[in-house]
């Protein structure tokens, strides 16, 4: 049996301590402004100390954002596979999207923040292959939706798509992990909104 306690353990757990830091300071700072030696300092080590791990600062973007979205489409794909109705499965693609937030908090942010310009370079071209996936997932989701009476039959499915995208997403701005706001609870009152409306109906006299 490997021994999970040596030395390559020792340095993945280092390689993620790092990557977490430095996940922060592209989110906080933006990746242009982040610097390899801003990110070696705040871990206490030398500019040269960080390319036993990393080959660049370009590398250390390319893990954190893989990992994020290739966590958040692994999930949508299993909740797509469920054969769930269509009202369900749209509120789990909405839950899962803003689970991400407590996980990935700052790679969501990076990623909101950096994507359009990120993509143009070859590195970075999965970034388009996952953003015609996320379209094409959430779109056939609506459609069926109309086609079978979950949704309204009037519902302009691209301005439905365009308008669950940018407001799910732009909560990253102001959502902090571990506060009094939830995931769970953001997700409930986002759907409540979205799905049932703000207004209640008027009782029958």
């Avoid at 990110?39 to 960080?50: K, N, Q, T």
């Avoid at 370009?58 to 999930?75: A, C, K, N």
Wanted: charged fraction near 25%.
């Amino acid at each position: 049996m490997a021994d999970v306690t040596g030395p390559d353990a020792s340095k993945s757990a280092r390689r993620a301590e790092l990557l977490a830091l430095a996940a922060d300071l592209f989110a906080e700072r933006g990746l242009r402004a982040t610097t390899v030696r801003d990110i070696a300092d705040a871990a206490g080590i030398l500019s040269g100390s960080l390319y036993h791990h990393f080959d660049s600062k370009e590398s250390m973007v390319d893990e954190i954002l893989h990992t994020f979205l290739d966590d958040l489409f692994g999930r949508y794909r299993e909740i797509v596979a469920a054969g769930l109705s269509s009202r369900d499965t749209l509120e789990a693609l909405v839950t899962a999207s803003y689970e991400s937030f407590d996980r990935f908090h700052a790679a969501v942010a990076i990623y909101q923040a950096e994507a359009k310009r990120l993509r143009a370079a070859e590195r970075f071209a999965y970034i388009d292959e996952y953003n015609h996936e996320f379209r094409d997932l959430w779109h056939r989701v609506l459609t069926n939706g109309v086609r079978d009476g979950s949704f309204r039959p009037e519902l302009d499915v691209e301005l439905a798509f365009r308008f669950l995208r940018d407001t799910v997403w732009v909560a990253v701005r102001w959502y902090q992990p571990g506060g009094q706001i939830t995931v769970q609870n953001l997700a409930k009152q986002y759907l409540t909104i979205v799905l049932d409306g703000l207004t209640v109906a008027e009782h029958p006299l």
